[in-house]
């Protein structure tokens, strides 16, 4: 399942003190991994699963946390050669994105400046 493919594939997390930690405490998710064993999975590597009901919960208290991601999408396939994957090889791909980061990055900063 691709749910706890993508959680057993963490790296470790940097705290402050004492050892650090595998997984993160508390996993945010949209209504699409609305299923028990979802939940069941995530319970069993000590995550508290933050998903929402099916028909029931609203999607606005998990807004917050996906903004982010998609806001970031978005901005990436501003750049056509990265929405549209032209590049056969993978490390030219993400030259392309570090480069889109990049510019992403200073257009973000030169509004503040």
Known sequence: MALTEVVDAVRQLR????RPRKRPDKLHADKGFDFEHCRKDLRRRAITPR???????????LGKHRWVVECTFACINQFRRLAIR???????????????????????ISRFC
């Open 15 to 18: 705290q402050r003190r004492g």
């Open 51 to 61: 998903i929402a009901r099916r028909g029931t919960d609203s999607s606005d208290r």
């Open 86 to 108: 032209y590049e056969r090889h993978t490390d030219l791909y993400r030259a392309f994105l570090v480069l889109a980061a990049a510019i992403i990055c200073f257009r973000a």
